[in-house]
């Protein structure tokens, strides 16, 4: 049966982020034939709606206000709470980033709609949207759907590609004017600390060092067959607690989860807590001198040796091969 899906977009300093083309092929699946309706949040993000909907959306609703200028959890609730009112969708579906694990739990709650986070895929089954979902840090994947109510979904980033860009769509963008009031939280300044140019979470490409690298300057190499390569540095828990990069770096359990299409593992033991993190990644390289290593047991390609002369010769060599094609 078809129906109407609204896909809340997640901008990020003036730009979409690429989650967000992801939810929109998703919430296209289901729709199942019906419409998908994007939502922009922000002060200023109307020249953002047409990208939305050239990647599938069949129209996009805008709201601007100068109290969504900064993501606060009580301001988005409240514009979104509103827009659900209006639209009265069948599902809501967004990126499972930190903006959509803080927001999703409390729209459901006020919805009164279960929650289904962190899906991977959805196919539908006889009219249902069936979500698969990794459980147990990523060594098992489970099957959920919502039998009745509004389905509420957050699409883990990298894992559902976005559709082909059309730009020959066209569709409508509307305004909605919203009441927001009564904040608790209101950001007066945002100090960022600079950890490169591409999103780890959404990177097609990552190079992470564990204590192997032995310092800060061991991340420099890293960094350099990132830039490469087009993607971003990351690291271990051990790397980060030792201090030898800063946290927002971190992959694992407790840190961030990323599925890239190549992710090279570089002076990283593969813990299992750092496994959780990224496990599920398409391709994986590791690097070690230890050949007992854990992360060979997940590895595609395993190279044993010591990284600080490896990795030179890794990055000349597809310095020259890049350069040739």
Same mark, same amino acid.
């Given at each position: 049966?078809?129906?109407?899906?609204?896909?809340?977009?997640? !901008?990020?300093? =003036?730009?979409?982020?690429?989650? $967000?083309?992801?939810?929109?092929?998703?919430? &296209?699946?289901?729709?199942?034939?019906?419409?998908?309706?994007?939502?922009?949040?922000?002060?200023?993000?109307?020249?953002?709606?047409?990208?939305?909907?050239?990647?599938?959306?069949?129209?996009?609703?805008?709201?601007?206000?100068?109290?969504?200028?900064?993501?606060?959890?009580?301001?988005?609730?409240?514009?979104?709470?509103?827009?659900?009112?209006?639209?009265?969708?069948?599902?809501?579906?967004?990126?499972?980033?930190?903006?959509?694990?803080?927001?999703?739990?409390?729209?459901?709650? &006020?919805?009164?709609?279960?929650?289904?986070?962190?899906?991977? $895929?959805?196919?539908?089954?006889?009219?249902?949207?069936?979500?698969?979902?990794?459980?147990?840090?990523? &060594?098992?994947?489970?099957?959920?759907?919502?039998?009745?109510?509004?389905?509420?979904?957050?699409?883990?980033?990298?894992?559902?590609?976005?559709?082909?860009?059309?730009?020959?769509?066209?569709?409508?963008?509307?305004?909605?004017?919203?009441?927001?009031?009564?904040?608790?939280?209101? #950001?007066? @300044?945002?100090?960022?600390?600079?950890?490169?140019?591409?999103?780890? +979470?959404?990177?097609?490409?990552? !190079?992470?060092? %564990?204590?192997?690298?032995?310092?800060?300057?061991?991340?420099?190499?890293?960094?350099?067959?990132?830039?490469?390569? =087009?993607?971003?540095?990351?690291?271990?828990?051990?790397?980060?607690?030792?201090?030898?990069? @800063?946290?927002?770096?971190?992959?694992?359990?407790?840190?961030?989860?990323?599925?890239? @299409?190549?992710?090279?593992?570089?002076?990283? +033991?593969?813990?299992?807590?750092? *496994?959780? %993190?990224?496990?599920?990644?398409?391709?994986? !390289?590791?690097?070690?001198?230890?050949?007992?290593?854990?992360?060979?047991?997940?590895?595609?390609?395993? #190279?044993?040796?010591? *990284?600080?002369?490896?990795?030179?010769?890794?990055?000349?060599?597809?310095? $020259?091969?890049?350069? $040739?094609?």
């Amino acid at each position: 049966m078809a129906k109407k899906v609204l896909v809340i977009g997640e !901008v990020r300093d =003036g730009e979409l982020r690429n989650v $967000s083309y992801e939810a929109v092929a998703a919430g &296209k699946e289901v729709a199942d034939g019906g419409e998908v309706v994007g939502v922009l949040l922000g002060e200023d993000v109307s020249g953002l709606a047409e990208s939305l909907i050239h990647y599938g959306a069949d129209r996009v609703i805008v709201v601007n206000h100068a109290d969504l200028k900064t993501y606060t959890t009580d301001a988005y609730q409240q514009a979104l709470l509103q827009v659900l009112d209006v639209e009265s969708p069948e599902g809501v579906l967004l990126g499972h980033t930190s903006l959509g694990k803080d927001v999703s739990p409390r729209l459901a709650m &006020k919805l009164n709609a279960g929650l289904i986070s962190d899906a991977i $895929s959805v196919e539908m089954d006889g009219g249902d949207a069936v979500f698969t979902r990794p459980i147990y840090s990523g &060594k098992a994947f489970e099957k959920k759907k919502v039998n009745e109510g509004v389905v509420f979904a957050t699409i883990r980033p990298n894992n559902i590609p976005p559709l082909e860009k059309d730009e020959s769509r066209s569709g409508d963008v509307s305004n909605l004017t919203v009441d927001i009031k009564d904040l608790r939280t209101v #950001i007066k @300044d945002v100090v960022r600390k600079a950890t490169g140019g591409v999103d780890l +979470s959404e990177a097609k490409v990552i !190079v992470a060092g %564990g204590r192997g690298v032995k310092g800060k300057e061991g991340f420099e190499p890293l960094q350099e067959l990132a830039d490469l390569l =087009g993607g971003a540095v990351g690291a271990s828990r051990g790397a980060c607690d030792a201090d030898y990069c @800063d946290y927002s770096l971190q992959i694992g359990q407790t840190g961030k989860v990323v599925t890239p @299409d190549l992710y090279i593992a570089v002076g990283l +033991s593969g813990a299992i807590q750092h *496994l959780a %993190g990224m496990s599920n990644s398409k391709v994986i !390289v590791a690097i070690n001198k230890d050949p007992e290593a854990p992360i060979f047991e997940v590895a595609d390609y395993g #190279i044993v040796g010591d *990284l600080f002369e490896i990795l030179p010769i890794l990055t000349e060599e597809l310095k $020259s091969t890049l350069v $040739s094609n």
